[in-house]
C-alpha cells in the first residue's frame, strides 16, 4: 500500500499526455512509503479541469464527414491512437485513403473508420490499423493523398497499393 508521505511541488511543467494529445499542467511528487520502507518515486498527479472523460469527447467529433482531409480534431485524435506506428509522422492536415478488406481490396470511408473505433472503443478495445505513409511520387500518382490508413486489412502488397493509388485519382 502506497500512501505519501511528504509532498513536495516542484513548480509547474507541462507534458503531453500519450493517449489523449492534450497538454495538462501537472506537479511531481517525491517521498512514497512502502512497508515500513521510504523510497524516492517521482510520480506525475495530473490536474484536470474537467472530470469528463476528454479523449471520448474528441472521438464523438471525428468521422463527421468523408473529406479525406483530416479536420484538427481527427488529426490529433489519430497521432495518439497510433503513436507507436507513426516514427516522427505527424496527421495533420493531411490527405488519408481509408482502406479495408483482408487484402485491402475495399475502399472504406473516413466515416466508417471513426465508426469502428468507436464501436471497438466501447469494448476498451482497438481497431486492428495500420499506416503507410506515401513517397512524393506515390502523392502525385494519388492526386495528393499523404497517408494509407489501413483497417482490418491482414496484408497489403505494393501490386495492390498501386492500383489503389491510380484508382483513388481517377475515382477523386
Known sequence: MFY??????????????????YFYESY???TCKL?????????TLILLLISSNIFGQNLSEC???????????????????LNEKLNGFDFKDKKVI??????????????EYFEHIKKWDEKNSKVATGIDILTNEQKSESGGY???????VKVLT???????????????
Open 63 to 81: 468521422g463527421i464527414d468523408n473529406n479525406p482531409k483530416l479536420t484538427q480534431v481527427e488529426s490529433e485524435y489519430l497521432n495518439a491512437y
Open 98 to 111: 481509408f482502406i479495408t478488406g483482408n487484402s485491402g481490396n475495399r475502399i472504406g470511408t473516413k466515416k
Open 35 to 43: 512497508k515500513n520502507r521510504t523510497y524516492e518515486k517521482i510520480g
Open 158 to 172: 505494393e501490386k495492390r497499393k498501386n492500383k489503389i493509388l491510380i484508382g483513388i485519382k481517377a475515382n477523386r
Open 28 to 30: 511531481t511528487l517525491v
Open 4 to 21: 505519501v508521505k511528504n509532498l513536495f511541488l516542484f513548480g509547474r511543467k507541462f507534458f503531453r499526455h500519450r493517449e489523449v494529445g
Open 146 to 152: 499523404d497517408v494509407i490508413v489501413t483497417y482490418w
